[in-house]
């Protein structure tokens, strides 16, 4: 069982715009021509940030006609926020707040040997590599540049932390970065 944060990010840095818009990655190439369609057969729980959340809710005539579904995962998800949010229809959810160490300890019991993914954002990301729950990041990043926007990943990680242990060239437009989290040195969080 791993905590891997998956995610795709332009070249300078960010997984949206700073208004949260995901437009600019869907030219750059087809999800089931990347590792994705391997990658989500091992997820048994999703973890997403409110922002994402609304994303997905905003978004669901869309996703609705990519997938066929408004929420594309039959996987339990657990969404932090403090907010109350509407429901999609036929999402299996729950919505916490505060710490992570207890969703996390809910998503394990609940996981099996399966995988618990941190679809996103970029600082819920952080805090479980603050709380040394993150084991893995599989970073997908896009031949686009955004200038500003939601940052993949808003803290200092310093060398050895984090160990490459692949890179996948996927078409024209992306490139994929597997690294392992060294539990050893989790240290350097700003």
Do not use: C
């Not at 922002?51 to 594309?72: D, I, L, Q, S």
């Not at 603050?130 to 993949?152: F, M």
Request: hydrophobic residues 45%; without cysteine; aromatic residues 10%.
């Amino acid at each position: 069982m791993k905590t891997q944060y998956f995610t795709a990010t332009s070249l300078d840095g960010f997984i949206a715009t700073e208004n949260d818009s995901l437009d600019w990655l869907f030219p750059l190439g087809d999800l089931n021509d990347s590792s994705y369609p391997e990658f989500i057969s091992d997820v048994g729980a999703l973890v997403m940030g409110s922002a994402t959340y609304e994303w997905m809710v905003r978004n669901a005539e869309k996703v609705a006609t990519e997938t066929g579904f408004a929420w594309p995962y039959t996987q339990p998800a657990w969404i932090f926020s403090s907010r109350k949010l509407p429901i999609i229809e036929g999402a299996n959810i729950r919505f916490v707040n505060g710490d992570v160490h207890h969703a996390h300890a809910e998503m394990r019991a609940a996981v099996g040997t399966k995988n618990i993914w941190i679809v996103g954002g970029g600082d819920l990301a952080g805090q479980f590599y603050d709380a040394g729950l993150l084991d893995e990041l599989i970073i997908q990043v896009g031949s686009a540049t955004l200038g500003k926007g939601k940052p993949l990943f808003p803290r200092r990680v310093l060398s050895p932390v984090l160990r490459l242990v692949s890179v996948h060239q996927m078409g024209a437009g992306m490139a994929e970065l597997r690294y392992e989290v060294h539990k050893g040195g989790v240290s350097g969080a700003a």
